[in-house]
């Protein structure tokens, strides 16, 4: 929860140390959960906001409102970082310099509006067809199975740089991606 949200975790034990990086090797087995503890404040939101006479897609950017300031858009950052460096750059020591730069380029302004719109437009329609609880159920789906996918690519790939995160981090362990796995398993059944 720390490392994907801005939410206040207090200490758990006198080891624990709230400024440190999580150690991902064994904690990427929890993130199904943090994914869906991240996402219910949005979606409750949401929830809420259906009940009124908002149109279904407000309501919708209402409770993705809330998800981004809760995670302090660290997933719209690093999309717009992937996009603005895989496209605006030929070599690739040129995209991850064009990565780590805070400044956000062409690219990356397109693919947060585009999956933005998309993720709204997905979420109203399924509100439309299946009811506010409906499309609630499938946006605390997605978010959980989004960390289990997550966990996978980050177990699969090499650290893209020595010093960077996902290497600080350690990469997820088999075990953690199975335990993952089996976490998002309910959210699905």
Request: aromatic share 6%; hydrophobic share 55%.
């Amino acid at each position: 929860l720390r490392f994907f949200s801005r939410l206040p975790v207090p200490r758990i034990n006198s080891h624990d140390d709230p400024a440190a990086l999580p150690d991902f090797r064994r904690a990427a087995a929890v993130t199904p959960l943090s994914g869906l503890a991240i996402a219910l404040p949005g979606v409750a939101v949401f929830l809420l906001a259906s009940l009124t006479a908002l149109p279904p897609a407000v309501a919708v950017l209402l409770g993705l409102s809330v998800n981004i300031a809760l995670t302090g858009a660290l997933h719209e950052d690093g999309l717009a970082d992937v996009a603005d460096g895989f496209f605006g750059a030929g070599t690739p020591e040129r995209r991850l310099e064009i990565m780590k730069d805070s400044r956000i380029g062409a690219f990356g302004t397109l693919a947060l509006i585009l999956t933005l719109a998309l993720k709204a437009a997905l979420l109203a329609t399924l509100a439309a067809r299946f009811g506010a609880g409906g499309a609630a159920l499938g946006w605390l789906a997605v978010e959980s199975g989004s960390r289990v996918a997550l966990v996978g690519v980050w177990r699969a790939l090499p650290a893209a740089r020595p010093g960077g995160l996902s290497a600080l981090c350690g990469a997820p362990t088999r075990r953690a991606f199975v335990c993952a796995l089996v976490l998002a398993g309910p959210v699905y059944a």
